[in-house]
Nanobody, 122 residues
Framework: VQLQAFGGGLVQAGGSLRLSCAAS????????MGWFRQAPGNEREFVAS????????YYADSVKGRFAISRDNAKSTLYLQMNSLKFEDTAVYYC????????????????WGRGTLVTVSS
């Protein structure tokens, strides 16, 4: 499975941004998927995850109510809609795929895309 995240950029606090992650590979749609982020000097942290069919989602407390994860398996694409962005959301965002369940830890994900930088100005 190959993953490529894109859609990052510079946005003002309070604004919105939508990230996308294109997946390729025959079995890509059968994987649970997640978004993680890593700010400078920090460890990579969980943001959100979604089941392979899209029926179940899970969010980190820090983004609950502001971010929404979704997927379109017909397009093999994962999304992260980010609203009410805060300065502390600034990070490189990564998409990942897991053959298991909707995990919240990095070692449960087998495939990772290259990150996309989100910068929120205060």
């Amino acid at each position: 499975v190959q993953l490529q995240a894109f859609g990052g950029g510079l946005v003002q606090a309070g604004g919105s941004l939508r990230l996308s992650c294109a997946a390729s590979g025959r079995t890509a749609v059968s994987y649970a998927m997640g978004w993680f982020r890593q700010a400078p000097g920090n460890e990579r942290e969980f943001v959100a995850s979604i089941s392979w069919a899209g029926g179940r989602t899970y969010y980190a407390d820090s983004v609950k109510g502001r971010f929404a994860i979704s997927r379109d398996n017909a397009k093999s694409t994962l999304y992260l809609q980010m609203n009410s962005l805060k300065f502390e959301d600034t990070a490189v965002y990564y998409c990942a795929a897991s053959a298991g369940t909707m995990a919240t830890v990095t070692h449960e994900y087998e495939y990772w895309g290259r990150g996309t930088l989100v910068t929120v100005s205060s």
